[in-house]
């Protein structure tokens, strides 16, 4: 053998006798290794639960903001279905403004044909349209001014008290897409 494992040797002896020879030491020892262990354990054990009560935590947070997150992207994809082909009715409004000039005129002639088909192909438009969730404003004289619904193009002299800050006449139809005011009924405010 060499003098190195020789002398691991010895030291290991050594050690194993000093075990040996001093049991009360040996157990001491052991019951604070114990000791120590159990407390360990514990904190261990206790740092575990608090670990898993914050993932528990986090977890909760986290699907609530899914859930959330779900919610929203849903409103706005309805409202985006809702209005998807708004641009294309905005479009369209002048168009039915010019069939009920036209209608106007037509009705002062003696041509009644004439009269019914515009009319019929007016209505049809209106309808389509109607379908795609255009609805009309409905604003009539005498009606309150609300600057949140109604775009006021001029004030005139109220022609009585009763009409002050009430709606003299309508300029141009306002119109709603779904929810929303596409169009602001242009009307004139007595004041």
């Known amino acids: 053998m060499s003098k190195k494992s020789k002398v691991e040797e010895m030291d ?8 040996v020879e001093n049991p009360e030491l040996s157990k001491e020892s052991t019951n604070t290794e114990n000791e120590v262990g159990a407390d360990t354990e514990a904190s261990v054990e206790d740092q575990l639960r608090g670990d898993l009560a914050k993932e528990k935590d986090k977890f909760l947070r986290l699907f609530a903001e899914f859930e959330n997150f779900k919610k929203r992207t849903s409103k706005e994809r309805m409202d985006l279905f809702k209005t998807a082909g708004q641009e294309v009715i905005v479009s369209l409004l002048p168009v039915l403004d010019d069939f009920d000039r036209a209608l106007k005129e037509i009705s002062k002639s003696e041509d009644k044909e004439m009269f019914k088909g515009v009319e019929l192909i007016s209505n049809k438009l209106k309808e389509t349209l109607k379908g795609k969730g255009l609805e009309q404003v409905e604003v009539g004289e005498g009606d309150v ?6 775009d006021a193009i001029t004030q005139i002299p109220a022609p ?11 300029v141009e139809k306002g ?12 009307v004139v405010v007595g004041n």
Request: glycine fraction near 8%.
């Open 175 to 186: 119109f709603k897409l779904g929810d929303r005011i596409i169009r602001h009924p242009k």
């Open 145 to 150: 001014f609300d600057a949140e619904v109604h």
């Open 160 to 170: 009585n008290k009763k009409m002050k800050g009430k709606i003299i006449d309508v």
């Open 12 to 19: 290991g002896e050594l050690n194993d006798s000093q075990i």
